[in-house]
């Protein structure tokens, strides 16, 4: 059951982001030759309106391959006819598709489930907060300066925080209120912590819980928007601590990992219920179609944001570098994301073996 999962995840976090290349090529007027879901032969196609439709027998992967794309083309409808803004929009469209996808998935697992937020409940005695003076009600704005809008944030600091003097500011009463506390390691969570329970929204279809409100509808959809926000930041530290080699390559999960990770999880919370299951499973292909966006758009050739990157430079010049040359790095940056594949394979393998 995992296994299916796993690819029914993979096919349509794919399938959104080639359909995010095909809106955006059809409502520019450029012609789309063929929308293909997975690689390989073709075990099923169908041709309407000039496209052909195909499923394909990999079901990892697909492409949207458009008329002009790859070389020049006299057909006004041709992508290289295109203007650089058009093109952009095109290319660029894939990861929208993805963040909207993404977005859409955070949003139905917060209606349904609830969520918690950066405020604090219950203040645990003995630990630092209680004995700064904190109150139940005080809500995170801050932490170390930076903004908090979600109970992720203020986890995600605290992490990168450690056992340093921490710069809490909190909102109680209308009015802003900062203390500097010490956090504490806590053996049982292997973190350090300040002592508070965080508040909770309940999800609109669970029991209800004396104390607590249910999660409404805006708040929802801020929170979900924040949640975007959150991982797409979060991927661009991890790729800027990797690249400056503050992250281990060994940390890096390829599609076996993250096939395996799915098996673990769904394994643990199959035991709660199909409503935690279904939740869980929507979480993490929400993170990982909010990472695949990220990565596309990465300046990196062989990739969306590669694409990009030549658009911006045919705009400044106002003319488009030779088809050749751009090809060649195209190539070349394949060819290294490939090598990329197979050493982070390698490294899921050896890990799990």
Not at 55 to 75: A, V, Y
Request: a neutral charge.
């Amino acid at each position: 059951m995992s296994i299916f999962i796993t690819v029914l995840i993979f096919g349509l976090i794919i399938t959104v982001h080639e359909v995010g290349h095909f809106a955006a090529a059809r409502a520019g007027g450029i012609a789309v030759l063929e929308f293909a879901i997975g690689m390989g032969p073709k075990i099923f196609s169908v041709e309407r309106n000039g496209t052909v439709y195909s499923l394909r027998l990999i079901p990892i992967g697909g492409f949207c391959k458009m008329l002009g794309e790859d070389n020049t083309d006299d057909d006004p409808r041709a992508f290289c006819n295109k203007s650089v803004l058009r093109r952009v929009c095109v290319v660029s469209g894939g990861s929208a598709m993805n963040f909207l996808l993404a977005f859409a998935a955070f949003f139905a697992i917060i209606l349904v489930s609830g969520m918690y937020v950066p405020e604090m409940r219950e203040l645990i005695p003995g630990m630092p907060a209680a004995e700064a003076g904190f109150l139940p009600g005080d809500r995170i704005i801050k932490l170390n300066g930076k903004r908090i809008n979600i109970y992720d944030d203020f986890g995600f600091v605290m992490a990168d925080n450690g056992a340093r003097p921490v710069e809490i500011t909190v909102k109680r009463g209308g009015a802003a209120l900062t203390k500097i506390i010490t956090p504490v390691y806590d053996a049982e969570s292997g973190g350090y912590k300040v002592g508070f329970r965080p508040e909770a929204r309940l999800g609109v279809f669970g029991g209800a819980e004396p104390g607590f409100n249910r999660v409404g509808l805006f708040e929802a959809l801020a929170a979900a928007f924040y949640n975007i926000a959150f991982w797409i930041k979060y991927t661009f530290l991890s790729l800027v601590r990797l690249f400056t080699l503050k992250l281990s390559v060994d940390e890096l999960a390829g599609p076996i990992g993250i096939a395996q990770t799915i098996n673990e999880t769904y394994s643990e919370t199959v035991a709660y219920g199909i409503t935690a299951t279904v939740a869980t499973m929507a979480n993490i292909m929400a993170l990982i179609s909010a990472n695949l966006g990220v990565f596309n758009l990465l300046p990196l050739p062989a990739l969306d944001g590669g694409r990009l990157v030549f658009l911006a430079v045919e705009g400044v010049r106002r003319k488009p570098l030779a088809q050749e040359r751009e090809g060649m790095v195209h190539f070349i940056g394949f060819v290294a994301l490939m090598l990329l594949a197979v050493f982070v394979a390698y490294n899921d393998i050896r890990r799990f073996m």
